[in-house]
């Protein structure tokens, strides 16, 4: 990944199902301009069951977790992927 291309990576806290308990998982994300982020295409770890998929386009919004401010995925978006090589 070159460095033009890390100043567009940001953390995306993604929601975790199944937990009984509202459970967050930081992803490292391509912030593809306004609130529209490319989730990591790495695979979740063993186990966890996002809300949205590894390498999904997602919207995304501030929010106020527990750990204090985060952005968060809150919706698919409804874009095309956007190529910033």
């Not at 609130?35 to 295409?41: F, I, N, R, T």
């Not at 949205?52 to 919706?75: C, K, T």
Request: net charge negative.
């Amino acid at each position: 990944m070159s460095a033009a291309t890390d100043m567009f990576i940001e953390t995306v806290q993604v929601r975790l199902l199944d937990e009984g308990v509202d459970v967050w998982r930081p992803v490292k994300a391509r912030h593809l301009g306004g609130g529209v982020y490319e989730l990591s295409e790495k695979p979740a770890p063993k186990g966890e069951h996002w809300e949205f998929a590894p390498g999904q386009i997602v919207n995304a919004e501030a929010r106020d977790l527990s750990d204090g401010p985060a952005i968060v995925a809150v919706a698919q978006a409804q874009t095309k992927r956007m190529d910033r090589r």
